[in-house]
Every structure is written in structure tokens, then in C-alpha cells.
């Protein structure tokens, strides 16, 4: 190599630096909730390079909070002990046998998160949402339907996420609540990390998927939406083309910017450090939803 392309190399490489400086002081100790989904969880080599995301999140200043779902992990035990699984809208049909499984791997994929984050030298608690009472929830039906030990969020108690920030902990969630008689309950985790984020008034909220982000038309793989605000999405929903998990994911986003969110995005989990393209650089991936009144090209 000549010295004049490693000189270019090392330029380009203090270019993506100063690039992000504004970014750095933009999320200063600000909070950032991630939430990452179990189906952005499979490639163990990924699962590392998202830890690595927001360790180094936290490293640079800011306050990551994960909350993890591991929707495909609970199917496949499930699967494994002989049960068939079964979604309504999304959500899990939870019968109390389903609730136990569901508890049992989502602690498992709780401390495996745990795990990854130590291994960079960094303190990271997990919990769920029963520790300090974070969640607290209610019976949640769908359309009406009886969906078993399903959570609906009507609570939610910062405070130990409070703690742990102030003590230096990165904070990982697994969505198990409880209600006003202690019983368990399964939770969406798109709508944990929603409502987290929501109570502790975090500066963004991230979904890591495994889809490159919100399409017009699912089976047109030109249709990707960059940008969507709120009253956009709330549309795509009603026109019946938002299937299977993107449809709790897109009403949490929703949910998320009409009650004080400031930046909302959908990314691509299979992508290589895709938390770190959206927040430090100027590239836009994925959807980011945005209030109704914010100006379009928030990617530009
Ligand atoms: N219009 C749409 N745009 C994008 N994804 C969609 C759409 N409709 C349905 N989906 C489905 O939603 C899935 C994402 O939700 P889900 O599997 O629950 O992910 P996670 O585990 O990350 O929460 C996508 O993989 C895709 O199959
Ligand atoms: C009620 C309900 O559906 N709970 C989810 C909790 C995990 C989750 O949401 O995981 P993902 O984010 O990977 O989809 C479930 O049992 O699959």
C-alpha cells in the first residue's frame, strides 16, 4: 500500500469521527431506547455488533436502555415442549403453560444480552418488568378476543431505570409485568420499549428488526418508506397493508411521537452496526416516523 492511500484511508476514517461530532453532542446524556427484536437476534455475529452499538452508545456518553423482545425464541421452545404457537394481531395467544416458557426464554435471552455487554467491560443490570415494579399491567384482549396472559401496559415505574443510569449500569428489559394482584404477563415488546420510552421522555427510540423497514405494498420491494409521519402511518394501518409484527411495532411508533418522543425510527437489524449508521452519520436507513408537523427529509 502506498503511503498516499493510507494517508486517504486514515483521513476518511477521522472524517467519519468529526462527522459524528454533532450527533455526540446532540445525544449527550440523553436517553436512547433500543428496542431489539428477537428477530434481529439469530446471527450471533450480529447479536454482537448490536451489543457493540450500544455499549459504545453508553462509552460516548449517552444512555442506552435495551429492551429485547425474543419472540422467535419462545415459538421454537414452545415448538419444542409440543405446543403449537399462536399470534392474534400480532400477539401471542398465552395460556398459562405458554406464559412459563415465554418467561423462562425471555430471562434466558435477558441474560445472554447481559452476558455480551459485560464481556466489553461494561456494567449492564437486566430485568424485567416486574423488578421495582416497572411494569404493571392489565388483562389485554384482542378485538375483544380472549388472548390469555397477554399485558396491557397501564403503568409504569422509571424509577429503577432511573437508579441504574445514575449508577453507571446499561439497563436491558425483557417485557414480563405484572398486574395489581401479582399474577405474570406476557408483553409485546414493542410495546415496553414504547412505553418505557415514553416514561423515562427519551430522546429517540429505535426498533431493530429484521426487515429493511416499513413497506407501501409488502410484496412490492420497491415500496420502502424513509419517511412516514405519524397521521401517514395511522393511515397505512387502517388501509390493511401493515400484516403480521410490523402492525404492533408502526402503532408504538405512533404512540410513541404523539406522546413526546422526538425521533422514532424502524432499522434493519441485519445490517452491521445499522444503530450506529442512523445516529452518527447522515445516511438515513430504515423508516423514521415523524410528527405530523416536522419537516420532511429529516434524513437529508
Ligand atoms: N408492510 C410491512 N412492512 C414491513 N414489514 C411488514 C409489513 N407487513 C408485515 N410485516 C412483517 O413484520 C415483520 C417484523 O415484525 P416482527 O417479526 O415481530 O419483528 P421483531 O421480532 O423485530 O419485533 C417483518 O419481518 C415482516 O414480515
Ligand atoms: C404478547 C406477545 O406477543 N409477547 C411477545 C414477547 C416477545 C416479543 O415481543 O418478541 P419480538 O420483539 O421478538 O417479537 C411474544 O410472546 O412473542
Redesign the pocket.
Known sequence: MTEQIMQEQAMAKAQVLIEALPYIQRFNRKIIVV?Y????MVDENLKKQVIEDCTLLKLVGFKPIIVH?G??EISKWVGKVGMEPEFVN?LRKTDAATMEVAEMVLNKVNKSLVKLVQELGVNAIGISGKDGGLLKVTKKYSDGQDIGFVGEINEVNPQILYDLLEKDFLPIVCPIGMDSNYETYNIN??DAACAIARAVNAEKLA?????A??????DDPNSLISELTASEARE?IESG?????????LSNCIDAIDNGVSRVHILD?RIAHCLLLEIFTNKGIGTAILGDKEDRFYHE
Do not use: E, R
Open positions: 428496542k427484536g428477537g428477530s434481529a423482545g419472540g422467535k400480532g415488546a414493542d426498533f431493530l428488526t429484521d426487515i423497514g416499513v413497506y407501501k405494498d409488502f397505512l397493508y401493515i400484516g403480521g409484527g410490523m402492525l404492533p411495532k437489524g
